[in-house]
């Protein structure tokens, strides 16, 4: 696997690592593709509706709309191609495969219990607590590891139920508190 080389602390045990197999839109993301189609439609659409002052400063405000609303949707999927996973005995680790640099760890004493989401086409999601979308992310801020399980997503996993087992059995042991 192409796990960079520091990701591991001294002592730690690698104990599964892959890269993300299928990277699908999510809803939020289908969402900002209509916004910037009608975004882009509207704003070079008004010069030829007879507002011909528009025409100078309507392509700008349609390559500004498009890239507000498309620029996280190609940043995101950039991130997750170049993205390599690991779970260690000690933590869970998602790090750019390219630079080497960690872009989300946690500690798997830490974290919530593992939760599998379901994806298309065999591909699942680990994430880790509730998934009870806004509201239980809102309601999870007085917990302190709420940041650290929205912070470490593992997505785009064929095997997501083996890889939330895996977590699941580290957690449980006595010694992975801390």
């Known amino acids: 696997m192409d796990l960079p080389t520091n990701v591991l602390m001294p002592g730690e045990r690698l104990l599964w690592s892959d890269r993300p197999r299928r990277v699908a839109f999510d ?25 011909a002052r528009f025409l100078i400063v309507s392509p700008i405000f349609a390559a500004f709309g498009l890239a507000v609303a498309w620029g996280p949707i190609v940043i995101r999927q950039r991130a997750l191609r170049r993205a390599v996973y690991a779970v260690t005995d000690r933590r869970v680790v998602v790090a750019d495969r390219v630079s080497g640099r960690i872009r989300a760890s946690a500690y798997l004493g830490a974290l919530p219990p593992p939760v599998v989401r379901a994806g298309r086409a065999g591909a ?19 917990n302190p590891g709420a940041f650290l399980a929205r912070s470490v997503r593992l997505v785009g996993l064929s095997d997501a139920e083996y890889v939330r087992d895996l977590i699941a059995q580290v957690q449980a042991r006595p010694w992975a508190a801390g």
Request: net charge negative; aromatic share 16%.
């Open 27 to 51: 809803g939020q993301d289908w969402y900002r593709l209509v916004f910037g189609l009608v975004w882009g439609f509207l704003t070079l659409g008004i010069p030829l509706f007879g507002h």
């Open 124 to 142: 699942g999601a680990v994430t880790f607590g509730s998934t009870d979308g806004l509201l239980g992310s809102l309601t999870g801020a007085a």
